[in-house]
């Protein structure tokens, strides 16, 4: 079983915690890492862009002046793409980006991204992170105590209104509950940071 220290909101040390091995100690699987947020991003492109070809483009066919004598290139329709209003060479169409990743290689990215993280230090864990107010001010205290200084993502058990308006105007900063958090948010953000009922509930409702 792993062991991580707890803290309070000033960076001082209240305890300890131990953590579930089946999700923070497992074996880091990169290209299982890796596959599962490129298929995160295809799933989230539309696929919506759409352009006209010479056949679709509105126009005839007539040609637009005599094939000699005129001094220019001979021209069979203004439909082409060399032309103004022409059409696209090689026009992109709609079409599906979207890539299937099976539950367990999903599941074992998100395990092992997490377990890297508590390896490489940068998973902490808060004893209870609520603020009596909305002000930023009380979000930039608890960040300066803990020194982080780049993307940070606080991983709380359920929506507060107060932690949200209290973070909305600290760069490099997200909020999000343990039931939400995906791979590719522990990979992208240097500090992970949970809340202790967060940590329990994501091993209650992730295994």
């Known amino acids: 079983m792993a062991k991580i220290k707890v803290y309070n909101m000033k960076a001082e040390e209240v305890g300890s915690l131990t953590l579930d091995e089946d999700i923070f100690d497992v074996e880091y699987h990169e290209p299982v890492i890796h596959q599962t947020i490129v298929a995160m991003d295809a799933n989230a492109r539309q696929g919506t862009k759409s352009a006209l070809t010479r056949s679709e483009v ?13 001094g220019n290139a001979r021209q069979g329709s203004t439909k082409g793409p060399q032309f103004k209003g022409g059409g696209v060479v090689f ?15 999903k599941f074992l990215a998100f395990i092992s991204a997490l377990s890297q993280k508590l390896r490489q ?21 608890m960040l300066k105590a803990f020194g982080f200084d780049r ?26 509950t ?3 958090l995906n ?25």
């Not at 509105?58 to 005129?70: L, S």
């Not at 230090?121 to 205290?141: A, G, H, P, Q």
């Open 91 to 105: 026009a992109p169409k709609p079409r599906d980006f979207s890539k299937k990743v099976n539950k367990q290689v």
């Open 183 to 207: 791979v590719k948010e522990i990979v992208a953000n240097r500090n992970l940071v949970f809340s202790k009922d967060a940590i329990k509930k994501l091993e209650e409702e992730r295994l």
């Open 151 to 176: 993307k940070t993502i606080i991983v709380v058990p359920e929506k507060d209104e107060n932690l949200l308006k209290a973070g909305a105007n600290v760069p490099n900063l997200k909020i999000t």
């Open 121 to 141: 230090e940068e998973l902490t864990v808060i004893d209870e992170i609520k603020f009596e107010s909305n002000k930023t001010k009380e979000m930039t205290n």
């Open 58 to 70: 509105r126009g005839h066919a007539k040609k637009p002046y005599a094939q000699k004598h005129t």
């Open 178 to 180: 343990s039931m939400l």
